[in-house]
């Protein structure tokens, strides 16, 4: 039952003017940031961390999924008009938004990427708001047991689901596990792989690792590449005014798209490691395959550009609700936005909507409205967009090699955690090389500490007997459905091997 | 003969860390194998290295998969100097961004890199150094409330 004193303070909150003003300029700001190149939403929150953390949680939180959001739709401009996206979910809008933006209908590409995105985060958010709250109950039934359970399985379909090797995901899951071992020991408070150095006691500091891993990593990978060197070319322009425009009509004809589209990628943004990319090639698929006219994809169809568009904004409302209502991130942004609550001291799970119900549901609302001012929010950007897309990396890198090292030295004004990020720097370099997610590495550190906790307390109520996860039917369930997701890997493995 | 040179490699390198952490680091550094303590440390160790040994057998049977990023450009060996320069930039602003302080450093840093990255123009480099740093001192110090660092020789020059 809702509690309608709670939800009375939570519109409150979410109708504050800062706290609305946080969440717009994240999405401005994630538009921004994403629509160049080389840049991706898991980045850009990782470049806002350090500014946020002595702000208001619900302001700072809310920036940082606005952040994201606001990323997700700005990777479809550079798309649309460099055929570059800006971040990898949006590869699918390349294929018709490119054909569009040839033919000089960029305008009418991006005004319909942005209204695809709307309804998509729309949906999304709105389940979110209305899926939270039953599945954190029920997560409160949980017992040690099923929860280390619940957190091996994510781990391994984390693994799985990530790009490249299942295998290689698996390595960068336990190296990410065998890293949060670092500092004491969460039982006993005793010292483990500290080497003597007390800033390792209380383990390597989240957000270094995040910037050094995520952001550093990859301007180093873009360089290594030969990226730096190649920059984008004029975009076209536009030849007629209605070019610019998405007619009531063209929006009505691609609304079905939507709707399935961002089910779909509401779907894909529930269920952990699934993630955006594939929401958006899934929404572009179901398209083309349910169009009349499946042969006009790829040469300019507008809802070639509508589907995936929603598809991949409709991932960000839903990727919260394993976070929030288990403490599971499902997805590399999302890990990183959880390195936000935890800077607020908020541990995402469910005992977050018990303790602090004003907050998560004040952030719902607050996503929900803010999906409308992203109508807005947005169209500056969509003129600065020609001049934000070319902005040449040579220029940019240094700038956010600067911010990277104040960013990780101010959360805790600490030259050690500079020093951390300069470590992960090369690391998350060297995964890069080696085909090894970060993504799933830096999942893996976050969740390594948590499922430690559990399996221990697990061992202590059985007694020191690991039967435990085989005799409690749910964790058994998880446990089960972690062989099977294993099995099908390989089996989808082995199919491919045999198709080669 | 060896399919895959680089997993080859991964497998080994895994398998000797592995090897170092268990009879090694773990020993040393958390206690008995068979403590409590050492119970995660030891089986993410193990499984580490039941996978690393699995993708060795792999790169020895198997041919590398076809390449999902091959649209990506492939970096010459001057890129890969780059990156080596600028990793060592990186290090260097780390370790003396005590010292030195915020001014300093992050002006030598973002200078080094602009050259690093080909940029020759100065009134370019300092037209994006200087307000970059200037923004970042007033967020950090002014809005923020975290200060930088102003460095140990500048504190000893200056006598702050």
Same mark, same amino acid.
């Given at each position: 039952?809702?509690?309608?004193?709670?939800?009375?303070?939570?519109?409150?909150?979410?109708?504050?003017?800062?706290?609305?003003?946080?969440?717009?300029?994240?999405?401005?700001?994630?538009?921004?940031?994403?629509?160049?190149?080389?840049?991706?939403?898991?980045?850009?929150?990782?470049?806002?961390?350090?500014?946020?953390?002595?702000?208001?949680?619900?302001?700072? $939180?809310?920036?940082?999924?606005?952040?994201?959001?606001?990323?997700?739709?700005?990777?479809?401009?550079?798309?649309?008009?460099?055929?570059?996206?800006?971040?990898?979910?949006?590869?699918?809008?390349?294929?018709?938004?490119?054909?569009?933006?040839?033919?000089?209908?960029?305008?009418?590409?991006?005004?319909?990427?942005?209204?695809?995105?709307?309804?998509?985060?729309?949906?999304?958010?709105?389940?979110?708001?209305?899926?939270?709250?039953?599945?954190?109950?029920?997560?409160?039934?949980?017992?040690?047991?099923?929860?280390?359970?619940?957190?091996?399985?994510?781990?391994?379909?984390?693994?799985?689901?990530?790009?490249?090797?299942?295998?290689?995901?698996?390595?960068?899951?336990?190296?990410?596990?065998?890293?949060?071992?670092?500092?004491?020991?969460?039982?006993?408070?005793?010292?483990?792989?500290?080497?003597?150095?007390?800033?390792?006691?209380?383990?390597?500091?989240?957000?270094?690792?995040? $910037?050094?891993?995520?952001?550093?990593?990859?301007?180093?990978?873009?360089?290594?590449?030969?990226?730096?060197?190649?920059?984008?070319?004029?975009?076209?322009?536009?030849?007629?005014?209605?070019?610019?425009?998405?007619?009531?009509?063209?929006?009505?004809?691609?609304? *079905?798209? $939507?709707?399935?589209?961002?089910?779909?990628?509401?779907?894909?943004?529930?269920?952990?490691?699934?993630?955006?990319?594939?929401?958006?090639?899934?929404?572009?698929?179901?398209?083309?395959?349910?169009?009349?006219?499946?042969?006009?994809?790829?040469?300019?169809?507008?809802?070639?550009?509508?589907?995936?568009?929603?598809?991949?904004?409709?991932?960000?409302?839903?990727?919260?609700?394993?976070?929030?209502?288990?403490?599971?991130?499902?997805?590399?942004?999302?890990?990183?936005?959880?390195?936000?609550?935890?800077?607020?001291?908020?541990?995402?799970?469910?005992?977050?909507?018990?303790?602090?119900?004003?907050?998560?549901?004040?952030?719902?609302?607050?996503?929900?409205?803010?999906?409308?001012?992203?109508?807005?929010?947005?169209?500056?950007?969509? $003129?600065?967009?020609?001049?934000?897309?070319?902005?040449?990396?040579?220029?940019?890198?240094?700038?956010?090699?600067?911010?990277?090292?104040?960013?990780?030295?101010?959360?805790?004004?600490?030259?050690?955690?500079?020093?951390?990020?300069?470590?992960?720097?090369?690391?998350?370099?060297?995964?890069?090389?080696?085909?090894?997610?970060?993504?799933?590495?830096?999942?893996?550190?976050?969740?390594?500490?948590?499922?430690?906790?559990?399996?221990?307390?697990?061992?202590?109520?059985?007694?020191?007997?690991?039967?435990?996860?085989?005799?409690?039917?749910?964790?058994?369930?998880?446990?089960?459905?972690?062989?099977?997701?294993?099995?099908?890997?390989?089996?989808?493995?082995?199919?491919?091997?045999?198709?080669? | 003969?060896?399919?895959?040179?680089?997993?080859?490699?991964?497998?080994?390198?895994?398998?000797?860390?592995?090897?170092?952490?268990?009879?090694?680091?773990?020993?040393?550094?958390?206690?008995?194998?068979?403590?409590?303590?050492?119970?995660? *440390?030891?089986?993410?160790?193990?499984?580490?290295?039941?996978?690393?040994?699995?993708?060795?057998?792999?790169?020895?049977?198997?041919? *590398?998969?076809?390449?999902?990023?091959?649209?990506?450009?492939?970096?010459?060996?001057?890129?890969?100097?780059?990156?080596?320069?600028?990793?060592?930039?990186?290090?260097?602003?780390?370790?003396?961004?005590?010292?030195?302080?915020?001014?300093?450093?992050?002006?030598?840093?973002?200078?080094?890199?602009?050259?690093?990255?080909?940029?020759?123009?100065?009134?370019?480099?300092?037209?994006?150094?200087?307000?970059?740093?200037?923004?970042?001192?007033?967020?950090?110090?002014?809005?923020?409330?975290?200060?930088?660092?102003?460095?140990?020789?500048?504190?000893?020059?200056?006598?702050?």
């Amino acid at each position: 039952m809702f509690d309608w004193t709670v939800m009375g303070e939570a519109l409150s909150a979410a109708l504050n003017v800062s706290n609305l003003f946080g969440a717009s300029l994240g999405i401005f700001l994630g538009s921004f940031l994403g629509a160049i190149p080389g840049l991706n939403g898991a980045m850009a929150i990782a470049l806002l961390i350090p500014v946020t953390f002595t702000w208001d949680p619900i302001f700072a $939180i809310a920036m940082l999924i606005g952040c994201w959001k606001g990323s997700v739709y700005g990777g479809s401009i550079s798309a649309v008009l460099l055929n570059a996206p800006g971040t990898p979910e949006a590869v699918a809008t390349t294929y018709d938004g490119w054909p569009l933006a040839k033919q000089g209908k960029a305008g009418k590409a991006l005004k319909m990427a942005l209204y695809a995105s709307v309804i998509g985060a729309l949906i999304s958010d709105s389940l979110l708001m209305v899926a939270a709250p039953p599945i954190a109950a029920l997560a409160l039934m949980f017992g040690p047991p099923e929860l280390a359970m619940l957190i091996a399985f994510a781990l391994v379909v984390v693994a799985g689901a990530g790009e490249g090797s299942h295998l290689k995901g698996l390595i960068a899951a336990a190296l990410g596990v065998l890293l949060a071992t670092v500092g004491l020991d969460p039982i006993q408070g005793m010292r483990r792989f500290t080497f003597d150095c007390l800033h390792l006691d209380s383990g390597i500091d989240l957000l270094a690792m995040v $910037i050094g891993l995520l952001v550093t990593s990859e301007i180093l990978y873009q360089i290594g590449q030969g990226w730096a060197d190649s920059d984008a070319g004029a975009p076209p322009t536009p030849k007629t005014k209605a070019d610019t425009r998405v007619s009531m009509r063209e929006l009505i004809r691609c609304l *079905p798209v $939507i709707f399935r589209s961002s089910l779909l990628g509401s779907i894909c943004g529930a269920l952990p490691g699934v993630g955006s990319i594939t929401a958006a090639f899934l929404g572009y698929d179901q398209a083309k395959g349910m169009d009349r006219h499946p042969e006009n994809y790829g040469k300019g169809e507008l809802k070639g550009v509508a589907a995936p568009e929603a598809a991949n904004n409709a991932v960000c409302g839903a990727a919260l609700i394993p976070l929030v209502t288990l403490g599971i991130p499902g997805a590399l942004a999302v890990a990183v936005i959880m390195g936000g609550f935890l800077i607020h001291g908020l541990a995402p799970g469910p005992m977050l909507m018990v303790e602090h119900p004003k907050l998560i549901y004040a952030l719902f609302m607050l996503l929900i409205i803010t999906d409308f001012f992203m109508l807005f929010i947005t169209r500056p950007l969509l $003129i600065l967009g020609q001049w934000v897309v070319r902005v040449p990396r040579i220029y940019l890198f240094p700038v956010i090699i600067t911010l990277c090292v104040v960013g990780s030295f101010g959360t805790r004004m600490s030259v050690f955690d500079v020093q951390i990020m300069a470590a992960f720097s090369i690391i998350g370099y060297l995964l890069k090389k080696w085909d090894i997610s970060p993504g799933t590495f830096l999942i893996a550190f976050i969740l390594g500490p948590m499922a430690e906790n559990y399996i221990r307390q697990s061992l202590l109520i059985s007694g020191g007997n690991p039967l435990i996860f085989v005799t409690r039917p749910i964790a058994a369930g998880f446990l089960l459905a972690l062989v099977a997701f294993t099995a099908w890997a390989a089996f989808k493995r082995r199919k491919g091997e045999k198709a080669q | 003969m060896i399919q895959n040179k680089k997993d080859f490699r991964l497998g080994v390198g895994l398998i000797i860390f592995c090897l170092i952490t268990l009879f090694v680091l773990i020993p040393w550094q958390v206690g008995p194998l068979s403590a409590p303590l050492a119970m995660q *440390p030891v089986i993410f160790t193990l499984i580490l290295l039941l996978l690393s040994g699995l993708l060795v057998i792999r790169s020895v049977k198997n041919a *590398p998969a076809a390449n999902p990023k091959e649209d990506e450009p492939v970096g010459t060996r001057k890129h890969l100097k780059t990156v080596c320069l600028v990793t060592i930039v990186i290090i260097g602003y780390s370790v003396v961004f005590e010292y030195l302080g915020f001014i300093l450093t992050s002006f030598a840093g973002m200078v080094s890199l602009f050259l690093l990255f080909g940029v020759r123009s100065w009134s370019r480099i300092l037209g994006i150094t200087i307000p970059t740093m200037l923004i970042l001192y007033f967020s950090f110090e002014k809005l923020l409330s975290a200060p930088l660092p102003t460095g140990l020789l500048f504190e000893l020059l200056f006598d702050i």
